[in-house]
């Protein structure tokens, strides 16, 4: 027996529209995404870039409504006020006061404001309570949704986090959740948790790629070709990494059953515990939140 999405609920699929503020590469990967599973069709998605530079290859995939004005993105949008409207904030925390002004200065932005809809942001570092007291200076109270998504979500595979006010109903989460499980797995976070979670899944990715080019430079110096010792590293990567998540047993478990008694893995594992590698991933994770905390 299937059951209905929040989505679903919200809206039909023809009814649905969402509003993307920042076409980048993560604005991309979640607009692709949801479009190939059907959450919403090409010709209700409404895109703001800020050049026509990065508006075209939007047109080019099919998305016919990029712009380079949010004002003329709104007034399209809101043209037709039926259905269930989610609004994807997807620019650089620190543009987003200008985007607040442009918004404020376009009356359909009131128009939308008084619609049925959702805010959705993908800044890093602005919590929720800055959300929505930023939204209700433009006189917006409709739910806002935190989420934090990662690199790999441009292949499908990401990783993201979700939270939201309390007060917030479960309806809006869920919907939120159903966008985003359209580019990888999805982890509900409590805000006081936020950092820390973004610090292993969202800068996460980019220690890893340091330690694949690490064991790819290694292989190099031991004679093996860039691109197979790369491909290597990657795979093992991926595999470890879905080992972990199948088994029940704990990572360090995982490790020992790989390290015979004098062998070569041992051996690898010494060094690395001389260079203090445990020592070097816990302080980069430490860093990385308190950074976060510091942007705020």
């Known amino acids: ?127 929720t309570a800055t959300l929505k007291q930023e939204f209700q200076n433009l006189k917006y109270t409709g739910p806002i949704v935190r989420i934090m998504p990662n690199t790999p979500c441009a292949i499908g595979s990401g990783t993201s986090l979700i939270c939201a006010d309390p007060s917030t109903d479960a309806l809006y989460v869920n919907a939120a959740k159903d966008i985003f499980t359209a580019v990888g797995s999805v982890y509900e976070v409590p805000e006081s948790g936020f950092d820390a979670a973004s610090a292993i899944s969202g800068c996460g990715p980019a220690f890893l790629f340091t330690v694949i080019e690490a064991l790819a430079d290694g292989g190099v110096y031991a004679g093996l070709p860039r691109d197979l010792a790369t491909n290597l590293a990657a795979d093992m990567v991926r595999g470890s990494g879905a080992l972990v998540t199948a088994s029940a047993q704990a990572p360090g478990k995982l490790k020992g059953d790989v390290c015979s008694p004098a062998g070569t893995t041992i051996a690898g594992v010494r060094e690395l515990e001389k260079a203090g590698i445990r020592s070097a991933f816990i302080e980069a994770v430490l860093a990385s939140t308190n950074r976060a905390k510091e942007l705020r």
């Open 1 to 127: 027996m299937s059951t209905t999405s929040a989505l679903e609920t919200l809206g039909a699929v023809s009814n649905r529209k969402l509003l993307v503020f920042g076409g980048g590469k993560m604005a991309t990967a979640i607009v692709d995404g949801v479009v190939k599973i059907g959450l919403f069709v090409a010709d209700n998605i409404y895109v703001s870039t800020r050049s026509e530079a990065s508006a075209a290859p939007w047109r080019a995939r099919g998305y016919k409504n990029a712009f380079t004005s949010n004002s003329a993105l709104l007034d399209a949008a809101t043209a037709d006020s039926d259905g269930f409207t989610v609004i994807l904030l997807a620019v650089k925390p620190q543009l987003r006061a200008t985007l607040y002004a442009q918004l404020a200065e376009a009356a359909a932005f009131g128009r939308l404001a008084a619609s049925k809809s959702m805010v959705i942001s993908v800044l890093a570092a602005i919590s």
